[in-house]
């Protein structure tokens, strides 16, 4: 039985280099339609 096992699922994962460009995309897509 590992330590770690259920542990990875409550801790926050670490960001990852898409992430950014993942909101960013969502941010502008919210930010046209709400301009709309």
Known sequence: ???????????PRKPQPGDTTLLYLCSQILISISFQ
Not at 1 to 7: F, L, Q, T
């Open 1 to 11: 039985m590992h330590p770690m096992s259920g542990v990875g699922e409550r801790k």
